[in-house]
């Protein structure tokens, strides 16, 4: 299951006691020789392009680094607790819940000490007092993360989103003779030549009532944030709407409801299933022109699906 959103508490090892120890000499006097505390470990996190989501946070939702060991006679000093280093996807936003404050936004191999580690305590040797180990830092936190993709792909349900990810990039997703198969977002990395990339991003379909809660995709719209692009597929025999304009005006309204500023994202219409039958007359009776690019493609025969690729090169690569 894909997590772009927890909760989680995080806390820092504490510090290992100092130990208050004496030996006796041959003179009976006492000689203090306690060793201090270890220091606790920190917890990190560490920005890293191939962590999926936050999935690895779903069953580990409290964090607790390690403690440091206790200082013991003869001057031993208790060992540092291990630092705990958790791996979470570029651009995870950090937020202290505690103050409500945003701390960090990770990029890629930067590392933030979340909950930092105690102090060890001093031991008494060389007559000093015997201290306590500091306790480790302990943080409420909330973190959130937005899919970079460079291309959202946002349709009704079945209307052939997954089979155009498969088309651009190396994702083998199921392809469903049934609506919402694809339940979470999927993500797929078209490349283009050794210089150029692009992200490509199915989100789980969303269809009218979704903004009111029942639709699965709604809650996905968040991760438009980020896009570069948004395609909006349509397929002209959909089940779920009269008509391609129809179906359009209910993916622009619902991403509309999410945002107005996402209406505002370059994009275009992509009309697939064009082999199937009746799908070309039923296109041009339609007469659906909307005020962006239209394309028409077949996943199956490929048709269309090289002038779709140019339009989107031209549009977002600086060198096409
Ligand atoms: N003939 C034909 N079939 C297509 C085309 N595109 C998709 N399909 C088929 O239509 C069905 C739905 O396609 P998907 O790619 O799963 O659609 P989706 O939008 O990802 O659907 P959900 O994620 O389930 O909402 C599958 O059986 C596909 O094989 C196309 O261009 N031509
Ligand atoms: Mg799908």
Redesign the pocket.
Known sequence: MFVDQIHILVQAGSGGNGCESYFRRTDKKAVPNGGDGGDGGSVIFRGDSNAPGLESFRYRQHIIAESGGHGSSSRKRGRNGKDLLMTVPIGTRIIDRTRNLLVRVLGAGEEVIVAQGGQGGVGNDGGKDASLGQRGAVIDIELKFTIPADIFLV??????????MNAFTRTA??????????RSPEIGVWEISDEDRLTLC?L??VYETSHEGRGLGVDFLKHLEKARMILY?L?PGSRFSESLAKGFDVLRRQVELFSRDFLEIPHAAVV?????EGAQSAFRSQRFKPACPVFC????TREGLEELKRFIKNSLLKNA
């Open positions: 349709g009704l349900p079945g209307s052939g989103k997954s089979a155009l997703l199921k392809e469903g003779p049934y609506p919402f198969s694809t199915e789980p379909s597929v397929d697939t299933k064009m082999d199937q493609v077949s996943l199956k």
